[in-house]
Structures are given as C-alpha cells and as structure tokens.
C-alpha cells in the first residue's frame, strides 16, 4: 500500500490504519481532513508514540512543550503520559501521519 | 530535526541517522545520492526492517520477490534472512528512506 496515495474519502471521522503490528510496535497511518482533538479529552497514552508528518500540515499541543506546528518531514517523540492535542490538520489536501506506538 | 530537509551534502557514501532507538527498535533516516549495494555483497540481516520511502525514487531486490520499485510513500517488510540490495536510488533530487528496524 502507498501510504500517500491509497486514501480514505473525507469523512467525520479521522481514518486510522494499521501497517504494521509486531508485539511492543505498531506502525500506523493516520488521515485528518480537518479534524481536531475535543479541548476536553486530550490524550493521554501510557506509551510514547512518535510521529512523522508526511503530507498536509498540522499543529500540535503538548503539556510540556505548548503548541508545535508539523510540516511534512516534521518528527515529534510525544513522551508516555504528557497530554497532548491535535489542534489544527490541513483539511485538503488531507494531512497524513505516520505513527509509531511505542507499546513495548 | 525535518527528516526531508537537513540533508547532509552528497558523498560517495549513503548517510545514516539514528532517529530514534529503543531496546528492540531504531527508527533511522537514510539518504541515498545514487548509491546502490554491491551484487556480490547483499544484505543479510538477522532482524525485520520495515522502509518507507519518503522522497526520490529506489528499486530494491529480496531474494524472494525479485525487483521492487518503490515511489514516495511505498512501504515494504524485508523479512529477516531475506537477501536484498538496492539496486537504484536517485541521485538529484536525494531519495530519503525511512528505515524501522525490528531488532527485538
């Protein structure tokens, strides 16, 4: 699959999609038309998760570091247990994320 | 650091950046110039790694598939002992490749 072409259409809803699944690892594709994080329920993970930004744009807030923007290219280590929400995602072009959860 | 814009000058050799590691993990960045891997040298590694290419354009080959092209946003699993070698990457632009590698 091609990670920047095979897209969902817009939706409501983000669109989550697992690539790889390994015990301790999961890599995972994420497509935001637009969609943020509600103000009232932050993330909060008990793993870390890092993330690349590879189309559209996007901005982030975290507890311990406030709002960072993404461009494509851009990589984030969100730390297990800092509060984080998406604040902002391009809606179109859509913006695709590559995550990878730390679970181990 | 942007994965696609801190690019090192080209050489005569490819450019490995650890990205992130972990006990089981490292998340690395390559940028290839038009290097490829010596026929008579392929790779042979004891763990799964997991590519996506972000920029240029590469073809590997595995032992048990034969040549794959990869574009921006192709992924590919190189099962472990599976015999590879890149066998193109674009010189100019620089082909990026984010590599996984499942050293757990």
Chains 1, 2 share one sequence.
Do not use: C, K
Not at 14 to 39: C, K, M, N
């Amino acid at each position: 699959m091609n990670l920047l072409h095979s897209l969902p259409p817009a939706r409501n809803e983000e669109d989550f999609t697992d690539i790889l699944a390994r015990p301790g690892l999961r890599i995972e594709r994420i497509v935001s038309h637009g969609q943020v994080t509600p103000p009232d329920a932050p993330y909060d993970q008990s793993h870390e998760e890092w993330v690349l930004l590879l189309a559209g744009a996007a901005r982030l807030w975290l507890e311990d570091r406030g709002e960072v923007a993404l461009e494509p290219g851009d990589s984030l280590l969100i730390p297990a247990h800092v509060r984080h929400r998406v604040i902002y995602t391009q809606a179109d072009p859509p913006t695709i994320w590559l995550a990878v959860h730390l679970e181990g």
